[in-house]
T-cell receptor, first 110, second 114 residues
Framework: QKEVEQDPGPLSVPEGAIVSLNCTYSNSAFQYFMWYRQYSRKGPELLMYTYSSGNKEDGRFTAQVDKSSKYISLFIRDSQPSDSATYLC??????????FGDGTTLTVKP | DVKVTQSSRYLVKRTGEKVFLECVQDMDHENMFWYRQDPGLGLRLIYFSYDVKMKEKGDIPEGYSVSREKKERFSLILESASTNQTSMYLCASNIQGASTDTQYFGPGTRLTVL
C-alpha cells in the first residue's frame, strides 16, 4: 500500500468554480503537510504548507488538514485559467525528506 | 530568491551511453535531491545528499549514481542508459533543519533514451 494516495484526476472545471483537491496518507510520522503547484514543463513550486490540523488560508487557497483521519485537502475559490496546473500533495517527517502524491492535473476553462 | 538550475532542459541519448545530469543551487543549502517524475507514478526519490561527499539511496537508486564534490552542485549519473530511464528528472534542494522543509525545485531535464 502506498503511503500517500492522491485523487488522480484529471479535473476540468469552468472559471469561477470551487476546486477541491484531496490526499490521504498512512504514515503517522508525517509532521508537515504541503501543496506544490507544477506548471507544464516546469519544476514544482511550494504553494502552501502547514503542520497542524485545521485550515490555513492564503488568498483564494485554503489548505485543510485532518490528522485524525489522515486526510488533507486544498480548496481553490474563484478558480482562474492561470490555476491550470498539476497539484502535488507532499508530506515530511522530521528527517527532511518529502513523500509526494502522484499529482492531480487541473484545467480551468475560461 | 532561491535558484536551482539544471544543465539541460532536454536530452536525447542512446542505450548504453553514460549520462551526466548536473544541478546547481545558489542558496548554500545542505540537502540536495534527485527525483524522476513519470505519469501515474508521481515523484520518486532516486538519491539525496545532506552534505558534501555524503549520499543516501532513495526509493529507486538502481541504475543511477550521484556525486557531490561541492556543496552547490549535485550530479546524477546514469552509468549505462536504458530505455526505461526515459523520464523527467528533477533536482531539488533545501535547508537542513528548516521548519518547513520546503524543497526548491529546478526546471527539470526531460531525458529520452533511444
Amino acid at each position: 500500500q502506498k503511503e500517500v494516495e492522491q485523487d488522480p484526476g484529471p479535473l476540468s472545471v469552468p472559471e469561477g468554480a470551487i476546486v477541491s483537491l484531496n490526499c490521504t496518507y498512512s504514515n503517522s510520522a508525517f509532521q508537515y503537510f504541503m501543496w506544490y503547484r507544477q506548471y507544464s514543463r516546469k519544476g514544482p513550486e511550494l504553494l502552501m504548507y502547514t503542520y497542524s490540523s485545521g485550515n490555513k488560508e492564503d488568498g483564494r487557497f485554503t489548505a485543510q488538514v485532518d490528522k485524525s483521519s489522515k486526510y488533507i485537502s486544498l480548496f481553490i475559490r474563484d478558480s482562474q485559467p492561470s490555476d491550470s496546473a498539476t497539484y502535488l500533495c507532499a508530506f515530511n517527517t522530521n528527517a527532511g525528506k518529502s513523500t509526494f502524491g502522484d499529482g492531480t492535473t487541473l484545467t480551468v476553462k475560461p | 530568491d532561491v535558484k536551482v538550475t539544471q544543465s539541460s532542459r532536454y536530452l536525447v541519448k542512446r542505450t548504453g551511453e553514460k549520462v551526466f545530469l548536473e544541478c546547481v543551487q545558489d542558496m548554500d543549502h545542505e540537502n540536495m535531491f534527485w527525483y524522476r517524475q513519470d505519469p501515474g507514478l508521481g515523484l520518486r526519490l532516486i538519491y539525496f545528499s545532506y552534505d558534501v561527499k555524503m549520499k543516501e539511496k532513495g526509493d529507486i537508486p538502481e541504475g543511477y549514481s550521484v556525486s557531490r564534490e561541492k556543496k552547490e552542485r549535485f550530479s546524477l549519473i546514469l552509468e549505462s542508459a536504458s530505455t526505461n530511464q526515459t523520464s523527467m528528472y528533477l533536482c531539488a534542494s533545501n535547508i537542513q533543519g528548516a521548519s518547513t522543509d520546503t524543497q526548491y525545485f529546478g526546471p527539470g531535464t526531460r531525458l529520452t533514451v533511444l
